[in-house]
């Protein structure tokens, strides 16, 4: 079975623009989940999405914004990049919105502002 | 939100030596997750605990929660190469918000 993916693998983008990150969650995954980890650091919760509903945010700025999709895939959206934005973007999945699962991580995409 | 404060930030160990990172909270967790991250690589997850107490092994590895659920540890038995990675702890909070702590990440000299 196919895991979590993501694209693109890496982006490369300038100050002031926007990207779009794509994610896919193990197939029967519902939850998808999205985080933001800086170089040195543990990854940071950005957006919860079950069932097309935001089930929780993170302490991330309006520039960020996602969504989830019928088929359970989601995009992660942020604009008017920032250099404090290069960063690798992880989507997890997890087989349902609550309880305690474990997640699974997608290889991310390596997001490089200049 | 709840915290987690990791120790220690880096290890160097030698092959064969023992390797321990801890997880600790200023208040009571109602569980942990343990994930490792090779260099390059996405988080993989590892065990989850959830019981005062609790003790769970896989192969070299001893995960322990601690009887007030304020800390947890990693204890790996001769390390090998392929152990190399940071480590990391979470804790679920809410729907499926994973916070993460620092991380120990753990280097080896073969």
């Known amino acids: 079975d196919a895991g979590v993916t993501q694209s693109p693998t890496h982006l490369i983008k300038t100050r002031g623009q926007h990207v779009t990150l794509r994610c896919s969650p193990i197939?029967?995954?519902?939850?998808v989940s999205w985080y933001q980890q800086v170089l040195g650091q543990g990854p940071q919760f950005i957006f919860q999405?079950?069932?097309?509903?935001?089930?929780g945010r993170g302490n991330f700025p309006d520039r960020f914004s996602a969504r989830q999709f019928p088929n359970y895939s989601s995009e992660l959206n942020v604009n008017a990049l920032l250099l404090g934005d290069s960063a690798l973007y992880l989507c997890?999945?997890?087989?349902?919105?609550?309880?305690?699962?474990?997640?699974?991580f997608g290889p991310g995409t390596r997001l490089t502002v200049l | 939100g709840q915290q987690v404060m990791q120790i220690p930030q880096y290890q160097h160990v030698q092959e064969g030596e023992d390797f321990t990172t801890y997880c600790n909270s200023s208040?009571?967790?109602?569980?942990i997750q343990w994930y490792k991250q090779r260099p390059g690589g996405h988080p993989v997850f590892l065990i989850q605990?959830?019981?005062?107490?609790e003790v769970k092994k896989q192969k070299r590895l001893t995960f322990q929660f601690g009887e007030a659920k304020k800390n947890s540890s990693l204890h790996i038995t001769a390390t090998q190469t392929t152990d190399v990675g940071t480590y990391f702890c979470?804790?679920?909070?809410?729907?499926?918000?994973?916070?993460f702590g620092q991380g120990t990440r753990l280097t080896i000299n073969p």
């Open positions: 197939s029967g995954h519902k939850s």
């Open positions: 979470g804790l679920i909070q809410g729907a499926q918000k994973l916070v």
């Open positions: 605990l959830v019981k005062s107490g």
């Open positions: 997890a999945s997890s087989l349902d919105g609550g309880g305690l699962y474990e997640q699974f």
């Open positions: 208040t009571t967790l109602s569980n």
């Open positions: 999405y079950y069932e097309k509903e935001e089930r």
